[in-house]
C-alpha cells in the first residue's frame, strides 16, 4: 500500500522536485518542493493504520482530509501528526508557491515494534487496538523545536551514498519519535506527568515563563522578575519548571539557546558571529566554548562535517 502511494506520487509530480523513501515495508517518507508561482495540490491516500508526521520545511502548507470538516496550515513554528483509526480516506496537502513539504508516513504496528512491543507482531491486537482507539482529534499540532528542525531539514541532504541514506534517514526517524515522544503533547499531559504541579493555572504560568524567556535570548528576566511576570513566587516557578521541563530555568534556557543557535547555523545558514549575537553572547568566543560543551565540536567543525 504504501510503496503504491510513493510510485504514485512519483507519478503524478515533478520528478526534480520529488524525494521518495520507503525505509520498510510499513516506514516511508516523500519530501516535495512547489517552484511554481501557483498552487499545488498533493493527493495521499491513508489506510486507517498509519500515521503522518507532516512538516513544512519552507513556506505554508493547507492540510485537509476527505470527510472530516477539520483543516489546518503548517509553517516553520509548527508541525502535524495526522491520523484517522476509523476509516481509509485521502489526505490532501495544498503548497502554496515557494513551500516545501516533508512528510514521515508510519505504520502503527510499525511504531510498537520500534517502542519493544511483543503486540506490535500481532496483526489482530492492533486492529482490535486501532478500531478500539479514543480518537480526540485527528490533526494534533506540535511545536517545530529547533531540534526537529535541523532534523528534518536535513532529512534527505544529510548523505550522499545512496546505499548509506536508507540506513541514515531510519536513524533520524528513531530520533524524531524519540523528541515526539519525550514532549507532552498538551498542558492536560503535562498535569498528569508533573506530581508538583497540581493546579491548572499554575501550569499555565510556568509555561507562560518559559515563552517569555524563550521569545528574549539575549536578555532575558531574572528569576524574581520572572516569577512575578507570570504572576507566581520564585519557588513555585523553580519546582513547577523542574516538574514540567526536568530542567531549571536557566538550563532550559541554556538548552534552547545551543539548539536554536544549531538551527541557525545549519538551516539558516547564518555566521557563527551573527548566531553568536543573536543569541546573547557578546563574545563569539565565548559562543564557540558554550557550543563545543554542547555538541562536543565547535560551530565550524559542525558546518564543515555537514558539508563533506
Request: aromatic share 10%; charged share 25%; hydrophobic share 40%.
Amino acid at each position: 500500500m504504501l510503496e503504491l502511494e510513493l510510485t504514485s506520487l512519483r507519478n503524478d509530480l515533478e520528478i526534480d522536485n520529488l524525494n521518495t523513501s520507503l525505509l520498510t515495508e510499513r516506514l516511508g517518507t516523500f519530501e516535495f518542493q512547489n517552484t511554481d508561482d501557483k498552487n499545488v495540490s498533493i493527493a495521499f491516500a491513508h489506510d486507517k493504520s498509519y500515521i503522518h508526521f507532516i512538516f513544512s520545511l519552507e513556506g505554508c502548507i493547507k492540510v485537509s482530509a476527505n470527510g472530516l470538516d477539520e483543516s489546518v496550515e503548517i509553517n516553520q513554528d509548527n508541525f502535524y501528526v495526522f491520523s484517522n483509526p476509523y476509516l481509509n480516506t485521502q489526505l490532501n496537502l495544498e503548497l502554496l508557491p515557494s513551500s516545501q513539504v516533508l512528510s514521515i508516513v508510519i505504520h502503527i504496528t510499525e511504531l510498537h515494534e520500534i517502542f519493544g512491543s511483543s503486540f506490535g507482531k500481532d496483526e489482530q491486537a492492533a486492529k482490535e487496538f486501532i478500531e478500539s482507539y479514543k480518537m480526540k482529534r485527528f490533526f494534533i499540532e506540535k511545536e517545530m523545536t529547533p531540534s526537529i528542525a535541523v532534523l528534518v531539514h536535513r532529512f534527505f541532504s544529510g548523505v550522499s551514498k545512496p546505499n548509506l541514506r536508507k540506513i541514515y534517514q531510519h536513524g533520524k526517524v528513531m530520533e524524531l519519535l524519540s523528541l515526539y515522544m519525550d514532549k507532552p503533547n498538551s498542558e492536560h499531559e503535562a498535569d498528569e506527568a508533573c506530581p508538583f504541579v497540581m493546579d491548572a493555572l499554575e501550569l499555565k504560568k510556568i509555561k507562560e515563563a518559559r515563552d517569555i524567556i524563550i521569545s528574549d535570548l539575549i536578555s532575558p528576566p531574572s528569576l524574581k522578575s520572572l516569577a512575578k511576570l507570570v504572576g507566581t513566587n520564585e519557588f513555585k516557578l523553580k519546582h513547577g519548571f523542574k516538574s514540567v521541563y526536568n530542567n531549571t530555568v536557566y538550563g532550559y534556557l541554556l538548552d534552547y539557546k545551543m539548539e536554536h543557535a544549531r538551527k541557525l547555523l545549519c538551516v539558516d545558514n547564518k555566521r557563527i558571529k551573527d548566531v553568536a549575537s543573536e543569541i546573547g553572547y557578546s563574545n563569539p568566543s565565548h559562543f564557540i566554548a558554550a557550543y563545543k560543551r554542547r555538541y562536543g565540536v565547535t560551530p565550524k567543525q559542525h558546518l564543515m562535517s555537514q558539508a563533506s
